[in-house]
């Protein structure tokens, strides 16, 4: 599978190359490397964030290269969780607006009693109670923006999970308890977990680890 960077004229053709990448359904994966080298790449391809220029990615049993962009979109959003290292709040929706806003994007008007229910138990989770879910990103810190972040990427109980840098702005405490939600979340729901860290401290627990260098290769890097 190959990835080109978009390119303004006299840049050097930079892509990436992933001759073979495979995840077991359920499996529970670290995704470790330096800054720079290439993870929220490869899980925004895995997520069908960015298009293949050739080869193909399987997800879930589907292949997402073949898929037209409107129903590549509404199969991430019900199948794939995915927590951005940006956070990508709405910033004039509250923490509770966010957290359900997958479901809305869904097109669940109605939404359900047992949402609702999963909504409150992740907030208790995540230390995202009481008045916090009614503000805003902008009265929220970093942290408890990633906290949002993280159960905005749980709240479908997606088959896959794919977390980029989900504990890089939370306490040595916090991000032990957040990288063990995850891990549990996941497990429950037999769901797919790829967090992508260059943090060794929590890689643990995770049932693998892969280096970003032995999973793809720069071709024509500037």
Partial sequence: MHYSYPQTPGDHVSRVHVP??????????????????GKTTLLQLAGGILGVADGSIQVAKQSLGSMPEPKRRRFRLANIGFVFQSFELLPHLTVDENLLLPMRLLHQKRLSTEIHSRVDELCDQLGLSGSIRKRRPERLSQGERQRVAIGRALVTQPSVVLADEPTGNLDPALKRSVVELLLERCREDHATLVMATHDLSCIDQFDSSHETSTVLQWQGRF
């Fill in 20 to 37: 073979r990448w495979s995840i077991a359904a359920g499996e529970c994966v670290a995704l470790i490397g330096a800054s720079g080298s």
